[in-house]
């Protein structure tokens, strides 16, 4: 019918608008239907739909059977392999030849072997899975085949066993009756469980047992024969005072017989004999003694002198043993007591030789001082009143020489006038030695800036060189250095005049060279040189080398007064020459820099630290002589007692030595060799516990900073603040 109404001829577009004809017409005769053929209609639709979701249920219930099946096969086949894996595993567990137990998170049994059970036999009964691990301790506490140690309860024992429970792992020896042996290792897995082994160790224990008396019969004999070669004379008592053991030479020392001496005898025999025989010095009696033999607590050692007449001495050292015991030995001392007499008469022969003898020095030095101040006087003295004529005749010259008009006369006046000042300056040379001789001159040392004085002798030189035809050259430095700023001009002044005094051509250099924390100060020349031999005569008062320069140009005082000088200050003073090559005179002096401010911080809060600080020891560690002597100072002007090192080797030495434990430290943190304070630090503690300690450091960045705070250390920075000091150790003292 649709073929009829529908052409396939027809264009695609004219097909359909037939088509949408036919749909219009059936739609409008549908809505023509009667109400109840509607109705009907959508019963039936229902109904259709009805019948697909039921199907799509059924579909979804039989799915939900076959998987359910499924899951069913698999469970049942998982029980089976978990079945299987039981059984190997305690097939497995049976096989190993040691008890096994396995207790759950809980505490409970799971499984065990029958090895387990087989060193107690009375417990047997009572392994059954879901037992309790109290239970099982007490009923382990309980069995009679534990043999317990003495002076401890079955309680006890119980109770000590639960605490060993409590750790992740625990190995211990269970001591069973019939001399038999067990170990016991106990073993906490990661969800919990508990895993118990039990291994027969009563072979190795019986052996044990069997090579430790074979050694003590060996070291028996070797004490032995070692207590019949040593000079002093041994006796070995028990706890309760009953003699065990002893050599030769304490027989014939006491002069006992050796069939009196036996094992088990009191030593109130030997102390009977002791104090029939010989008289104790010391301070002590022979009840002392004994007291000290009776003592129930801890005893300290004993020592005392015994003397038999004049003929013999004895020292006596008693010490007690851990098990309470003691040792006395005896040394015959007697010759070195007669040696000791010898030597103390000897001494007082000689102590009065040395009184005598000192007293005649003194004599001598008193007349050499009164000589010394004599002539001092009379150099300051002449000195003094030479000036003023000088001065005045200086004064009349000048006014002469503005009155001449002949150059000649000038030239005569000039040299006149350079005569009367190198009078001048012989003249103050004069005083310069006489005061350095003297021994009572003092100096002033002061952070003193270099330029300062050798700006102002350059400029009072460069006219004098410049007439000799000399290249003065300079380099200047500036430096702070630890001086005195008067002598250490005359230093330099003399050192630059002599240089130029006796360098006939060529130049003279003066500079300064870095050595460290010290400043080397040069003077070089191109003179002739000065011979090896003649290299310590210069140094001599009025000795000149060169015997062709007059007087007016020095009476060969200049080098006395700077080798004395450099004396009096301890500045080095060096001398390199040879003939022909010129000289180099080079004085060191200290450099002023942040780990040399140190000593001027001396005496800082020290009435408020003295009290807190007195009989404390501090361990001060610090490669830098100069701030580590500056630093003791200081801590010991506190009443502190320093322990001073300057690396860790030191250190631990030190306190080895003395037997001590620091209150506090101070460590530098960049020693020597790459050594780093908070490793020195570490390594101190680890040795003799935690001790407050502070790192010190003039190298403050950030790096040093971590890594002190990751040590857990904090920092006094340099210079050190005394305040800062202070407080630290109050606090680690208090």
Avoid at 22 to 50: C, K, N, P, S, W
Avoid at 543 to 567: F, P, Q, T, W, Y
Avoid at 571 to 576: A, F, K, Y
């Amino acid at each position: 019918m649709s073929a009829a109404l529908i052409d396939n001829s027809d264009p695609l577009d004219r097909q359909n608008g037939k088509l949408l004809k036919i749909i219009e017409v059936l739609m409008r005769r549908v809505e023509q239907v009667t109400d109840d053929g509607g109705a009907a209609y959508a019963h039936f639709e229902r109904a259709v739909i009805l019948e697909d979701q039921i199907s799509e249920r059924t579909r979804d219930l039989e799915h939900a059977l076959d998987l359910l099946n499924d899951s069913n096969a698999q469970l049942a086949q998982a029980i089976r392999e978990a079945e299987r894996a039981r059984s190997d595993l305690a097939n497995a567990i049976e096989t190993i030849q040691v008890g096994f137990a396995l207790f759950d998170s809980d505490g409970r049994l799971v499984l065990h072997n029958s090895r387990f059970g087989m060193y107690m036999p009375d417990l047997v009964a009572e392994l059954r899975p879901g037992l309790e691990f109290a239970d099982y301790v007490r009923h382990a506490s309980q069995s009679r085949f534990l043999e317990l140690p003495d002076m401890q309860s079955r309680g006890d024992w119980a109770a000590r066993r639960m605490q060993l429970h409590q750790e992740k792992h625990v190995m211990f020896n269970l001591n069973l009756t019939g001399d038999c042996w067990v170990q016991v290792s106990e073993h906490r897995t990661r969800d919990g469980q508990t895993v118990i082994l039990q291994t027969d160790i009563t072979d190795i224990i019986r052996l044990e047992r069997r090579e430790r008396g074979k050694l003590l019969d060996d070291q028996a004999q070797l004490i032995r024969a070692t207590l019949e070669h040593i000079d002093q004379g041994v006796c070995i008592f028990d706890r309760s005072g009953q003699l065990r053991g002893w050599n030769q030479n304490a027989g014939s020392m006491l002069s006992i017989p050796i069939s009196r001496f036996r094992v088990g005898i009191e030593f109130d025999v030997i102390l009977r004999r002791i104090g029939s025989d010989f008289e104790i010095e010391g301070g002590l009696s022979a009840h002392d003694i004994a007291v000290w033999v009776g003592a129930q607590d801890r005893r300290a050692p004993l020592r005392f002198y015994m003397r038999s007449g004049t003929h013999k001495t004895l020292d006596v050292f008693a010490r007690q043993m851990p098990d309470r015991g003691f040792v006395i030995s005896f040394s015959d001392v007697t010759a070195e007591r007669a040696a000791a007499r010898a030597l103390a008469h000897a001494n007082e022969r000689l102590e009065q030789r040395v009184r005598d003898r000192t007293l005649e020095l003194e004599d001598a030095l008193a007349k050499a001082e009164r000589a010394n101040a004599s002539k001092s006087r009379f150099v300051a003295a002449a000195s003094h009143d030479l000036r003023q004529p000088l001065s005045a005749a200086r004064l009349y010259l000048a006014s002469l020489q503005e009155e001449l008009a002949s150059a000649d006369h000038r030239v005569l006046m000039d040299k006149a006038q350079r005569a009367l000042t190198s009078v001048e300056d012989i003249i103050d040379a004069l005083l310069d030695i006489s005061r350095l001789e003297s021994g009572h001159v003092e100096v002033d040392v002061t952070h003193v800036p270099l330029r300062r004085i050798t700006d102002q002798l350059i400029d009072e030189f460069a006219p004098i060189a410049a007439i000799k035809g000399l290249e003065l050259r300079y380099v200047p430095c500036g430096a702070m250095v630890e001086s005195d700023a008067s002598y250490l001009r005359r230093v330099l002044q003399n050192l630059i005049a002599n240089a130029i005094r006796y360098t006939p051509s060529g130049k003279v250099l003066v500079g300064a060279r870095r050595q460290g924390r010290n400043l080397r100060l040069e003077v070089r020349d191109t003179g002739p040189g000065i011979a090896p031999a003649d290299q310590d005569r210069i140094f001599q008062e009025f000795h000149r080398l060169d015997a062709h320069v007059s007087a007016a140009e020095g009476m060969g005082l200049g080098l006395a007064i700077v080798d004395r000088a450099c004396a009096l200050l301890g500045h080095p003073l060096e001398l390199r020459s040879d003939l022909g090559c010129g000289a180099c005179f080079s004085v060191t002096v200290p450099l002023v820099s942040v780990a040399r401010s140190g000593p001027e911080i001396r005496g800082v809060g020290g009435a408020r630290a003295r009290a807190s600080l007195e009989g404390r020891i501090v361990l001060l560690i610090e490669n830098d002589p100069d701030l580590r002597h500056a630093l003791t100072l200081l801590l010991r002007g506190w009443g502190a007692d320093v322990v001073e090192a300057g690396n860790l080797l030191e250190a631990l030495t030190q306190l080895a030595d003395l037997g001590l434990s620091p209150d506090a430290m101070l460590v530098d943190y960049e020693l020597d060799e790459g050594v780093r304070g908070p490793e020195v630090i570490a390594r101190i503690i680890a040795r003799h516990g935690v001790i407050p300690a502070r790192i010190i450091t003039g190298h403050l960045v950030a790096e040093m900073h971590a890594h002190c705070r990751a040590a857990g250390l904090e920092v006094l920075p340099k210079p050190i603040d005394p305040a800062e000091l202070e407080a630290f150790l109050k606090a680690a003292v208090g």
